[in-house]
């Protein structure tokens, strides 16, 4: 069983930055992905930006060049920072990990950390 804890996120202003979180807990062999999705009003589920052990980076063609994203493979954990936020950036945003457990790899996903843009 893993369980993904999500920190950050709230609320700030376009142009702004913001940044957030994720640490995995559990028993596993290995996150062989990790990174975060979200789903803004009225939209769904869409890529944020993920990373790989090895630190190859995917993100979203809307937030490429004005987000980042890092790992920490010794803690399991993963920081996005946001910078240049744009009212549409507006959304819930979920961590996910797929996780290796024994011979399978199973996907997880937070609980969600609400990012609001606003003037």
């Known amino acids: 069983q893993v369980q993904l804890v999500e920190s950050g996120g709230g609320l700030a202003q376009p142009g702004g930055s913001l940044t957030l979180s994720c640490a995995a807990s559990?028993?596993?062999?290995?996150?062989?992905?990790m990174g975060w999705y979200r789903q803004g009003p009225g939209k769904q589920r869409e890529l944020v930006a993920d990373?790989?052990?090895?630190?190859?980076?995917n993100y979203g063609d809307a937030v490429k060049g004005r987000f980042s994203i890092s790992r920490n493979n010794a803690k399991n954990s993963v920081v996005l920072q946001m910078s240049s936020l744009i009212v549409e950036d507006t959304g819930v945003y979920y961590c996910?990990?797929?996780?290796?457990?024994?011979?399978?790899?199973?996907?997880?996903w937070g609980q969600g950390t609400q990012v609001t843009v606003s003037s």
């Open positions: 559990g028993a596993f062999v290995n996150i062989k992905v």
């Open positions: 990373i790989r052990g090895d630190g190859t980076t």
């Open positions: 996910n990990a797929y996780v290796e457990e024994s011979v399978v790899v199973r996907p997880y």
